[in-house]
């Protein structure tokens, strides 16, 4: 899930959480697809942010692949023991991440 | 020998005066801060008269990193809720902006993003003033920049020697230059009379432990440069982790799984700050579309 401006919202994105108004009125749905009709109807109402599916704008979010770059970037950290444990807790957080997300996913498509 | 290359160099660094971006409104409002009698009002108007420095300011300052998206609409709101050392370092930091874009590729967005992260990280030890370790953490390797504008070759030498021996940033300074960023922080900082807290985070975010003031503002830095570094957001130059200073954390009485909370706070907000960005062909009226 990610959170990100109208302003980078693209057809075919999936809302990971409805939109509400700011008296809490549901305007959308959780797992809407977005499209350019609706798109512009939320700018109209003033919507300037929303919760999509996945990690469709920024790579640097996706839990999966920063679990899988940990090695590269500690790759001159080995010999110092405290680098060791950090670079494990990372991983661990990254892993369930992204086990939460492939969930999430999953649950969409069934 | 040595000591002659450092003097030439800082006295070239130093001459940053020189460079055209700096905006004089600065100057203005360091000298009206200086009398006690000056009221907010009278900075805020010094300030508003640059009209596109204080569309970057509001749009600065509306981001997630300072935490109150989108309620801030006037220079003078920004001076009251922020500070005035908030507001210099983000002046500082827009007006750097473009020679940062030029000479460091990626440094703009490490820059924000260890402004993001320092920031989650002063509000999850419960700190005063979250805002003031954000703009620290926006302003933590200025020193490179400047060291690019001002020391072109060595600059360039410095990123060979990254690359050629996989070295970090700072080693390969140290290296070449035979000092790092930090000390060129530390030079800036005093020579723009930043406050000391600025100054001391900027000069001591690798090595937190020499902090001696403000012992909190190094160490929020040195975990938030070490949290963008990990999600790769920009690139401060090299792509390494850097190592944890384990006494940064306790100086921040939180523990490693207190970051995860930090974590998921920077990864949610990520993608909405990427979008702070002074590119010209982005008006000031329009609201962070970023590219691409």
Known sequence: ?110 | MEEDLKTSAKGKILSIRDLPTLPRVLDEVSRLVQNPNTTIEAIAKVISRDQVLSAKVLKMVNSPVYGFPGRISSIQHSLVLLGFNVIRGVIISTSVFDIMAKAMEGLWEHSIGCALATGLIARKAGLKDPEEYSVCGLLHDLGKVVAAVQLPDLHKAVGETVRSQDLRWLEAEKAVLGFGHDRINSWLAEHWHLPPNIKEAMGSHHFPERAQLYPLHAAAVHVGDFVVRVFEYGSGGDDQAVPLNPQALKTLNISLSDLDSVLDGFAEDLSEVSGVNFMPEDGPASSGAAAG
């Open chain 1, 1 to 110: 899930m990610q959170k990100i401006p109208l302003t980078l919202a693209q057809p075919g994105m999936k809302l990971a959480k409805a939109i509400t108004k700011a008296n809490g009125m549901a305007i959308v749905g959780s797992g809407v697809e977005l499209t350019e009709a609706l798109i512009d109807r939320l700018d109209g109402m003033g919507i300037d942010k929303i919760f999509v599916v996945g990690d469709a704008v920024s790579a640097s979010q996706n839990p999966s692949e920063r679990a899988l770059r940990l090695d590269h970037l500690f790759r001159r950290l080995g010999d110092d023991a405290y680098m060791v444990k950090v670079k494990a807790h990372l991983r661990e957080y990254f892993t369930i991440k992204a086990a939460a997300d492939a969930a999430v996913a999953a649950q969409d498509k069934g």
